[in-house]
Structure formats: structure tokens, C-alpha cells
């Protein structure tokens, strides 16, 4: 739990006096984080979809929820009601201790990162990280994996701008890059 404990200690004064907040609870905070992938609904392979639920109940320490089409799409091949992807919603402990795996551990380990890009960051202070291969997070083994896919991380918060956002996230320590002091 280093990432809670340094938000409480170290983040909340800080954003507290930088953004003149009365209160405590004022400050924005990271609410969730929403971990989830797709797979070609054509290919009927199960073998591969379980890899994929698997892996990334592995990743994120928590069970997959498999989302399915609302409705048919002919130009696609898709009826409704077919598995279209899985997803992992964290919150509390687990989503700290992700966050704090992602980064410490994962981030640095893919290939070519030089930072998150500040346009990551919505305008109401949420981040979405894009990752091309599930095997830089340590609990994927390389050797092991069939397939090789890509996940989207959110990062919900109650941040109320751009800016807040951008504020939190730096100061909990995610590589974001182009910052600058003002």
C-alpha cells in the first residue's frame, strides 16, 4: 500500500494548498481503474479467449467480466450477445496495489517508454493509458503466452479539470511527460 500512504501523507497537503481546497475530502482522488481488452468475436477459439480472461485475471488479481455485444452489426460480423471482450473494474486496496505496479514495474518495462503523453488526460481528469502487449506486467510470463494482446487501463478520478488531473497524477508519481513547472 506505498501509493495510499503516500497520497494521504504526501498528495493531499500538496494539492490541498495548491488548489486552496478547505477540506480534506475536497481533493481529488482516484475513484477506480477499469483494465479491459477485446478479442475478434469471429474467431470462435475459446482456447484463446480463456488465455486472455486469464491473463488478465492475473494482471489485475481479480476475476474478468465478459462483455457482450448489445447489438448485432452485420459489417462486422456480430450478433447480439456475443463475447466481445473482458474487463476488470478495481477499486480500494487491489487498485492501489495495481497502480503501483503499473507504476513502478510495468511502465518502465515496455518497450520505447520515454513518459506518458499529457494528452492522456481528458478534460475531466481522467487517464487512459494504452498498452500494446500484456507481457510487461511481471505476472506474464513470455515463454508461456500463446498470444500477445493489447489492454486499456482508465484511470477514473474526481478531478473537476485538465489540470487537476494532470496536478494528481504527477504528484502520485506517474511518468508523465512535458510537465512543467508553473
Known amino acids: 500500500m506505498r501509493l495510499k500512504d503516500k497520497y494521504i501523507k ?4 500538496a ?3 495548491k488548489l486552496d ?3 480534506d475530502l475536497a481533493v481529488p482522488r482516484v475513484v477506480k481503474v ?6 475478434n468475436p469471429k474467431d ?20 474478468t467480466v ?6 448485432s452489426e452485420a459489417g462486422f460480423k456480430i450478433r447480439q450477445g456475443m463475447p466481445i471482450g473482458v474487463k476488470v473494474t478495481l477499486r480500494g486496496r487491489r487498485m492501489y ?4 505496479r503499473l507504476i513502478h514495474i510495468a511502465l518502465p518495462r515496455s518497450r520505447d517508454f520515454r513518459g506518458l503523453p499529457q494528452k492522456n488526460v481528458d478534460q475531466a481528469g481522467n487517464l487512459n493509458i494504452g498498452v500494446k502487449e500484456q507481457i510487461i506486467f511481471p505476472e506474464i510470463s513470455a515463454e508461456n503466452t500463446r498470444s500477445i494482446f493489447g489492454l486499456e487501463i482508465a484511470v477514473v478520478t474526481t478531478a473537476k ?22
Open 10 to 13: 504526501q498528495v493531499v497537503p
Open 66 to 71: 465478459i462483455c457482450q455485444a448489445k447489438k
Open 21 to 23: 481546497c478547505q477540506n
Open 161 to 182: 479539470s485538465r489540470p487537476e488531473g494532470i496536478g494528481l497524477f504527477k504528484l502520485m508519481g506517474f511518468p508523465i511527460k512535458g510537465l512543467v513547472e508553473k
Open 34 to 39: 477499469v483494465i479491459n481488452t477485446g478479442f
Open 15 to 17: 494539492l490541498k494548498e
Open 44 to 63: 470462435k477459439d475459446e482456447k484463446a479467449q480463456k488465455e486472455i480472461m486469464d491473463s488478465l485475471t492475473s494482471i489485475a488479481g481479480q476475476k
Open 97 to 100: 496495489d495495481f497502480l503501483d
